[in-house]
C-alpha cells in the first residue's frame, strides 16, 4: 500500500523514498553499535544534550548510523556519530563522510538558476516554454504557463515523476541501479495531468528542479553538474561535495554504508552503492555534513546570491506537509522553520536511497545538518531526524 499524494512523508527527493515509509521496520536495538563524540575544537561532553539525541535516532529509532555536523553562534564546529557504518562488520561511523544529499540538491540548483537571473540570462517570470519549447506538452499541462519561478518555488501544479516511476517499496532496491535521462524524468510525469493551475497552491514535485536543470544547461550550453561546481562547490571549498558522472555509482571517499527496508519487519538492505541519476537536478548531488552546512551558512550569510537575488530566494509561500509536523514556508529552493527556541532558520533536505538528512541554518550563525544512513520507515522516524536537528540549534543558540 502507498502512502497517499498529500501525504507529507513522500515529499522528498526521490518520492519512493517515501514508500518504505509504509514499510513500519522494526529494527531492534540489538543491531544498533556505540556511538562517538568528535569534536573539531572543544568538547562539552561526550553525554551533552545533542549526543543523547543523536544516539537515541540509533537506539530508539533504529537508524544503522548518524553523522551530524553543528556551529554554534560562538564559531565552534562539532561533528558527531552514532551507531555503525555498516551493519555487517560493524565498525565506526566515520567523522564527516560522504552521504548522498538527495533533495538539498534543489537548492545548490536554484542557486545556480538565480545567480544567471542575476547575469541577465534567466528571467525568472519567463514561461519554461520560453528556454524549453515544447517539452512541458500533454494531459493538459502547458509550459507556456508555468513560470521559472513557480518551479523554483514547487507551485506549477506538475506532476512527480515518482509517482509514475517508483510505485512499489521494492523498488527502492529493483531500480536502484537504473540509469534515467532527465528528458525521462519529465517524460514520466507528463503521462498525468497537473494537479492544479500554476500559482495556484504549493505542491512538491521533483518534476520542476528537473526542469530548472534543463533550463540551466540550455541557457549556459553546459552540463548542470559543471555549472553547480564551478558556481557553488569550488568557491566554497568544498572538497568531499561532487555531482556524480554519468553512470558513477560508487562513494568516493570514506562514507558509512546506506540501507532501505522494503517490507514490514524486513532486514536494511544495503544500497550504498546505486546510481543517482534517478534525482538529478532535484537530487544527484553527494557532500559531507560539514560541507553542507558550510553551503547553508554561505547561501543564509548571503555570500552566494546578489542582493536582488537572495530576496527572491527568501520571498516564501506557505507549504504544507513539507514536513510531517511544523509550520514551513517555502522560498526558491529553501525553506522557512520556526524554531521552538524562538527565532527561524532556514534549510531544505533530502531522502534517497541509503541516506537522509535534515538541516537548518540561522542568521546568527547557528547551523546544523543531520545525516542518518537509512531512509525512515515511518512518521516518527522522521520526525526525530527532524528534531535532533531542531535540539542542536537551540542548544547552540547563544
Not at 562513494?251 to 552503492?273: C, F, I, K, N, S
Not at 522557512?336 to 540561522?362: K, M, S, V
Request: proline content about 7%; some cysteine.
Amino acid at each position: 500500500m502507498l502512502t497517499t499524494p498529500n501525504d507529507p512523508s513522500r515529499r522528498r527527493t526521490v518520492r519512493m523514498a517515501a514508500a518504505a515509509a509504509v514499510a513500519a521496520v522494526t529494527v531492534g536495538a540489538a543491531l544498533i553499535g556505540p556511538s562517538a563524540f568528535a569534536d573539531t575544537g572543544r568538547r562539552d561532553g561526550p553525554r551533552d544534550v545533542v549526543q543523547r539525541q543523536l544516539d537515541g535516532l540509533v537506539s530508539e529509532s533504529g537508524f544503522p548510523g548518524v553523522l551530524a555536523s553543528v556551529r554554534g553562534t560562538d564559531g565552534r564546529v562539532r561533528d558527531y556519530t552514532a551507531g555503525v557504518s555498516d551493519l555487517q562488520k560493524r565498525r565506526p561511523v566515520s567523522r564527516d563522510g560522504q552521504v548522498r544529499i538527495g533533495s538539498n540538491t534543489k537548492t545548490f540548483t536554484a542557486v545556480v538558476v538565480l545567480q544567471l537571473v542575476g547575469e541577465g540570462r534567466i528571467d525568472l517570470d519567463a514561461t519554461v516554454e520560453y528556454y524549453l519549447p515544447g517539452v512541458v506538452r500533454g494531459n493538459g499541462n502547458d509550459g507556456g504557463r508555468i513560470t521559472v519561478r513557480q518551479l523554483l518555488q514547487q507551485t506549477s501544479g506538475l506532476p512527480d515523476y515518482d509517482d509514475v516511476l517508483f510505485t512499489r517499496p521494492q523498488d527502492l532496491v529493483d531500480k536502484s541501479h537504473s540509469y534515467y535521462e532527465p528528458r525521462r524524468l519529465v517524460d514520466a510525469a507528463l503521462t498525468g495531468a497537473p494537479h492544479f493551475a500554476p500559482g495556484e497552491k504549493w505542491e512538491y514535485s521533483n518534476t520542476n528542479y528537473v526542469l530548472a536543470g534543463l533550463i540551466v544547461e540550455q541557457v549556459t550550453e553546459r552540463p548542470i553538474g559543471e555549472e553547480i561546481t564551478n558556481r557553488i562547490i569550488r568557491p566554497l571549498g568544498l572538497r568531499d561535495t561532487y555531482w556524480p558522472g554519468v553512470g558513477e555509482q560508487r562513494l568516493r571517499g570514506a562514507h558509512p554504508h546506506g540501507y532501505v527496508a522494503v517490507g514490514p519487519g524486513a532486514p536494511w538492505v544495503d544500497v550504498t552503492e546505486m546510481d543517482p541519476s534517478l534525482g538529478w537536478a532535484a537530487g544527484q548531488l553527494v557532500s559531507t555534513p560539514d560541507e553542507l552546512r558550510t553551503f547553508f551558512d554561505a547561501l543564509v550569510g548571503g555570500r552566494l546570491l546578489k542582493p536582488a537575488q537572495q530576496a527572491a530566494l527568501t520571498t516564501t509561500v506557505p507549504a504544507p506537509g513539507f514536513e510531517p509536523t511544523g509550520e514551513y514556508a517555502y522560498g526558491l529552493g529553501v525553506a522557512r522553520y520556526e524554531l521552538p527556541c524562538g527565532g527561524f532558520a532556514w534549510g531544505h533536505g533530502g531522502d534517497i536511497q541509503g541516506f537522509e538528512t535534515r538541516n537548518l541554518a540561522t542568521s546568527d550563525g547557528r547551523s546544523a545538518v543531520v545525516a542518518v544512513t537509512g531512509l525512515p520507515t515511518g512518521e516518527e522516524m522522521l520526525g526525530a531526524v527532524n528534531r535532533s536537528v531542531e535540539t542542536a540549534l537551540c542548544a547552540t543558540d547563544g
